[in-house]
Structure formats: C-alpha cells, structure tokens
C-alpha cells in the first residue's frame, strides 16, 4: 500500500496541477516505467501530496472507498482516462500539434461534471471550489478543472516536455527558455553525460 512518501517520487514539476498528473506516470500510456496510480488509496495521497486535497478530505474519501470497493476502482478506472486524455491534449501542444475534437469533447464533459459538484466561494474574488464535494471522484475534479484553465486562459506555447524523462511542464521563465522538467533531474543528468563525452574526447586526442 503505497503513502504520500510513495507518491513523491513523482517530482510536481509541472506547475500546473493537470500536467503534474499526467507527470504520475513515466513513459508512453501502454508502456508505462513507472505509474504511482496503481489503486485508489495512491490517487487520494497524490490528491494530498499535489494540494488538492487536505487530509480531512482524504480521511472521507478512504471511508468511502472502503464502504464501496467497487465504486473506488470504477474512479480509479476513470482517473486513469483522464489521465490518457490529458497526455493525449497537453503532449499534442507540446510538439506543436492541436488536439483531436473527440479528446477535447471529452474533456469538455469531464469539466461540466466537474462544475456540477462544485460551489463559488469567495476570497478576495469568486472561485470554483470543492469542499462541499463528499464523492469518490473529487480528486479528479480540480484536476480537470486546472486543465480546462490552462487551455483557456495560459500560454500554450509555453507547454513542454522534457527531453531526458517526457515529464510535461509550463515554462514560465522570462525568456522561454526552460528545456529540463528540473535542473536538479534531467538537467543535471546532461550535464554529467556531456561532461564525460567532453573528457573521454579529450582524452582520445
């Protein structure tokens, strides 16, 4: 059973809270290295570890998953396509590409669904919120909702993917130059590569 330690070796370098789901998993959707979504219990600690969620919220959501199994992994079922649409629209930008009608479709129904559990609450201004919301699928509506958001309101072509791991993040430097999901990661990991490739050169001359 995984904890919210588990779930953080998924680093949250999205900045945005749909790309950092669709970071939960490394690797192509029907080949995957690595996915800490592997059961209803992980999707609730992510909710957590992401900010999504507040842990009186995840308490609820275990109790309800344990009163209805079967309801947990139909969410689980659903998250996991929420997650493959996400990729699918977000890695499309990424590379230059507009999404298919059929995925943005379905998300748009995924949003009015969201929209339907949640309540405006102020502070400061109006947002949608969830609090109220008492159902095993809330870890999945802001998600979407943070994903709707980006598509309609950010910067599209500040969405990337990391060339070392495929993670996907908004570059939100000054001068769009971010290549690397973290420079502590897969930045670090070039540098030693071309760092050794500089020395093994030198050394053959």
């Known amino acids: 059973?995984?904890?919210?330690?588990?779930?953080?070796?998924?680093?949250?370098v999205g900045g945005n809270l749909a790309l950092d789901f669709v970071n939960t998993r490394t690797g192509p959707p029907d080949r995957s290295d690595d996915d800490v979504l592997m059961g209803y219990r992980e999707l609730v600690a992510w909710g957590i570890y992401a900010g999504a969620l507040i842990e009186a919220e995840a308490a609820v959501l275990r109790g309800l998953s344990r009163d209805d199994p079967d309801g947990a992994d139909a969410t689980l079922e659903r998250s996991l396509r929420i997650r493959d649409a996400l990729d699918d629209v977000f890695r499309s930008l990424a590379t230059g590409r507009d999404p298919g009608a059929s995925v943005l479709d379905r998300l748009r129904d995924d949003e009015a669904d969201a929209l339907s559990h949640a309540r405006l609450e102020r502070d400061g201004t109006f947002a949608w919120t969830w609090r109220g919301d008492h159902t095993l699928e809330r870890p999945l509506r802001p998600v979407v909702h943070a994903a709707i958001q980006l598509l309609t309101t950010g910067t599209l072509n500040r969405i990337k993917g990391c060339p070392g791991c495929g993670f996907l993040f908004l570059d939100e430097s000054k001068n769009r130059s971010r290549r690397w999901c973290s420079m502590d990661d897969c930045g670090t990991a070039e540098k030693i590569r071309r760092y050794v490739a500089a020395r093994r050169s030198s050394a053959s001359r």
């Not at 059973?1 to 949250?12: A, F, I, N, Q, S």
């Open 1 to 12: 059973m995984e904890t919210v330690d588990d779930v953080t070796r998924m680093r949250l």
